[in-house]
């Protein structure tokens, strides 16, 4: 599973607040502590005004970059801001995210080129999120088409079916495993990853819906996810779901993970 660490949000109340005092030492605390849980991408999103963004996603990235050697998910709604900071990136990272809508592709696909930079995908257009698998697939042909020109190959595009929140469809989760196979289908290098806290907004219990689909998207295809990494039940999710599919010889990353207390709450990292 690669996991995209979330907790440097804006739109988290404490994060918000840690940025408007640029309080470094909340941010590095935070990068760290999801470095340390297994974090393969830290995202950095600054989520304030359009006229303070940039400075504001800049100095997360140099605070995150001067805490922890883990590349980045450079995240933000507006290309363009991502297109002003990308060049404070000490190495390559995820850029979050292109899709259908508006000139996202044209912006921030040039920006891959001749590098191992990777780019998350939303299958959304100017039309909104479509609800067929027809038109999300096609959506997403024409994104890898686009990227292609770019020297981009699908295993550099995580691909977000932009799963909807269960309270509202409640055929969210049996749609996003036909997205998967159609998507999967024609270009089976691709990743998979979604904002895994979609699936249960507006439900009562929601860590348990959370944990519930992690497994069963994972035995679906999925491979990629924007969670909280220092989640340890999560953690514990995820590498029994693999070992239990058979993707871990022996149990060695499960047991490994145990042994480091990233997946058991009551042991300390040794």
Request: aromatic share 6%; with cysteine; proline share 5%.
């Amino acid at each position: 599973m690669i996991i995209i660490g979330e907790k440097i949000n804006g739109t988290i109340p404490v994060v918000k607040a840690a940025i408007e005092k640029r309080d470094a030492d909340f941010i590095a605390e935070r990068a760290i502590k999801q470095t340390e849980a297994g974090a393969d991408f830290i995202d950095v999103c600054a989520s304030t005004a359009p006229e303070l963004e940039i400075e504001a996603l800049k100095w997360l990235i140099d605070v995150v970059q001067d805490a922890t050697e883990t590349p980045l998910c450079i995240d933000s709604p507006n290309p363009r801001v991502i297109e002003a900071v990308f060049k404070y990136a000490k190495q390559p990272g995820l850029l979050n995210s292109i899709s259908g809508e508006g000139d996202k592709c044209e912006v921030l696909l040039p920006l891959l080129t001749s590098n191992s930079w990777e780019i998350v995908g939303l299958t959304c257009d100017d039309h909104g999120i479509p609800r067929d698998v027809e038109t999300k697939v096609k959506i997403t042909e024409i994104m890898v088409e686009k990227a292609a020109k770019y020297g981009i190959t699908p295993d550099r595009i995580h691909l977000d079916p932009c799963l909807l929140a269960l309270a509202t469809d409640n055929e969210s989760y049996i749609n996003f495993i036909k997205d998967i196979k159609a998507i999967r289908a024609v270009y089976p290098d691709i990743h998979i990853t979604s904002g895994l806290s979609n699936i249960s907004f507006g439900l009562p219990g929601r860590a348990q819906v959370n944990r519930t689909f992690m497994a069963l998207a994972i035995q679906a295809g999925m491979d990629s996810a924007v969670m909280d990494p220092t989640n340890k039940d999560m953690m514990a999710t995820i590498f029994a779901t693999y070992a239990l599919l058979g993707h871990d010889r022996n149990c060695r990353s499960y047991s490994k993970a145990f042994r480091a207390g990233i997946i058991d709450p009551n042991r300390k990292k040794s």
